[in-house]
């Protein structure tokens, strides 16, 4: 069974960088046809994709957050992880890492399994 | 458009069925994937794909799609089916980005 955890720093100070990891347990990052995302929740709100990586490292980001967002993986530990720099209160949120696997036939991913999630509070 | 909307709460009766609405252009091309999510734990997958059950998920959870509009529906709703859920897909207009409903708020009284 494929487990997810986030793990990281819980607080970042504003204009900082907020980096977190995701340790993959349970199956290789490299397996399947999948791809690793990074998903974020502020507190009361809804979910925000933030981006996809593949193993092979090739990425695809939100558009909102392009400019302040690095994915990158390590197959050597089973890792991804995710850096999101110049953060704002704005950014304060949990963050889980979700495994996309593809639907066949059909087209599309969907997201199981997702990690608990990792609160992340941008404060001085 | 690159948005999945959805309506922000519903209640249901015990033992009632409730239906959940998403709405996008995506739904047009790609199946809307759905999520529980209970407060303070992660989502989990309970319909992926035209009307697919990950194992565990009980079978009053069911999909369908009509246009652009996708639907859960959980038929004889339980206490424990109280929870937000969002619909995902694909966004068709933008490289195939990944994108989220805005939620549903579902209780069951």
């Known amino acids: 069974q494929v487990q997810l955890q986030e793990s990281g720093p819980g607080l970042v100070k504003p204009s900082q960088t907020l980096s977190l990891t995701c340790t993959v347990s349970?199956?290789?990052?490299?397996?399947?046809?999948?791809?690793w995302s990074w998903i974020r929740q502020p507190a009361g709100k809804g979910l925000e994709w933030i981006g996809r990586?593949?193993?092979?490292?090739?990425?695809t980001y939100n558009p909102s957050l392009k400019s302040r967002v690095t994915f990158s993986v390590d197959t050597s530990k089973n890792q991804f992880s995710l850096k999101l720099s110049s953060v704002t209160a704005a950014d304060t949120a949990v963050y889980f890492c979700?495994?996309?696997?593809?639907?066949?036939?059909?087209?599309?991913?969907?997201?199981?399994?997702w990690g608990q999630g990792t609160l992340v509070t941008v404060s001085s | 458009s690159s948005e999945l909307t959805q309506d922000p709460a519903v209640s249901v009766a015990l033992g009632q069925t409730v239906r959940i609405t998403c709405q996008g252009d995506?739904?047009?091309?790609?199946?809307a994937n759905w999520y529980q999510q209970k407060p303070g734990q992660a989502p989990v997958l309970v319909i992926y794909g035209k009307n697919s059950r990950p194992s565990g998920i009980p079978d009053r959870f069911s999909a369908s799609t009509s246009g652009d509009t996708g639907s859960l529906t959980i038929a004889g709703a339980q206490a424990e089916d109280e929870a937000d859920y969002y619909c995902?897909?694909?966004?068709?207009?933008?490289?195939?980005?990944?994108?989220f409903g805005n939620g549903t708020k579902v209780t069951v009284l």
């Open positions: 349970g199956d290789s990052i490299t397996s399947g046809s999948y791809y």
């Open positions: 979700a495994r996309g696997v593809p639907i066949l036939a059909v087209g599309g991913y969907y997201y199981d399994p």
């Open positions: 995506s739904l047009r091309s790609y199946y």
């Open positions: 990586i593949y193993p092979s490292g090739g990425t």
């Open positions: 995902n897909s694909r966004d068709t207009s933008r490289n195939h980005l990944d994108v």
